[in-house]
């Protein structure tokens, strides 16, 4: 069974820019999530989707946003790039969210660098 | 204001020998621990969870301890492989409302020495 896949693995842009991530999920999975590892601070949680809505939403700001399509695959979009988004994005699949039942499975994630 | 706090950001261990990893919260809505591993250009993947409804659970060479008294909860690694050196975060989640979320440590870098 495929695991999560996230395109693209690496990328670079430059201040003011924006980007996005793509994230498809375990086959069958409905539940997606993104977070941000940044050195030395762990992951932080951005937000998770599940059939197409917004359940939870972290602590960032406007220009960090998502949705999620029909087939469960997800996008995270962050606009006006800033140097402090250098980081590396991860997203991670469950079959229903409910983070108290199970594990997230995650991707390989994508390493953002903004120069 | 960290939630989950993995005070070491580093251990070192000789093969053969017992690895502890340790990790503290403070929010006492949690009611489900779990830790993850993480190699370098890889994914976090599950390792083991703990409810806290029960105060030890195993699997193999893996064992995770939670004191909710003491909202700390620690993972046993024996024997230690050299293979298991990697980052570990310890998670944690809230069952009740619609919580979808995991919050993490910032991780300790595990190095098991051969």
């Known amino acids: 069974k495929a695991g999560v896949t996230q395109t693209p693995r690496y990328l670079i842009k430059t201040r003011g820019q924006q980007v996005t991530l793509s994230c498809s999920p375990i086959?069958?999975?409905?539940?997606v999530s993104w977070y941000q590892q940044t050195p030395g601070q762990g992951l932080q949680f951005l937000f998770e989707?599940?059939?197409?809505?917004?359940?939870n939403k972290g602590n960032f700001p406007g220009r960090f946003s998502g949705r999620q399509f029909s087939n469960s695959r997800s996008e995270m979009n962050v606009s006006t790039l800033e140097l402090g988004d250098s980081a590396l994005y991860l997203c991670?699949?469950?079959?229903?969210?409910?983070?108290?039942?199970?594990?997230?499975?995650f991707g390989e994630g994508s390493r953002l660098t903004v120069l | 204001d960290q939630q989950v706090k993995q005070n070491s950001p580093s251990l070192s261990v000789q093969e053969g020998r017992i690895s502890i990893l340790n990790c503290d919260y403070t929010?006492?809505?949690?009611?489900?621990f779990l830790w993850y591993k993480k190699y370098p250009a890889e994914g976090p993947t599950f390792l083991i969870s703990?409810?806290?409804?029960?105060d030890k659970n195993e699997d193999g060479r893996f064992t995770v301890f939670l004191n909710k008294s003491a909202k700390h909860l620690s993972l046993h690694i024996v024997p230690s492989q050299p293979g298991d050196s990697a980052v570990y975060f310890c998670?944690?989640?809230?069952?009740?409302?619609?919580?979808?979320?995991?919050?993490f440590g910032k991780g300790t870098l595990l190095t098991v020495n051969p």
């Open positions: 989707y599940f059939s197409e809505t917004q359940r």
């Open positions: 998670a944690a989640s809230a069952s009740g409302g619609s919580n979808y979320k995991l919050t």
């Open positions: 703990i409810s806290s409804i029960k």
């Open positions: 991670a699949s469950s079959l229903a969210g409910g983070t108290y039942t199970g594990e997230l499975f």
């Open positions: 929010n006492s809505m949690f009611d489900y």
């Open positions: 086959s069958g999975h409905r539940s």
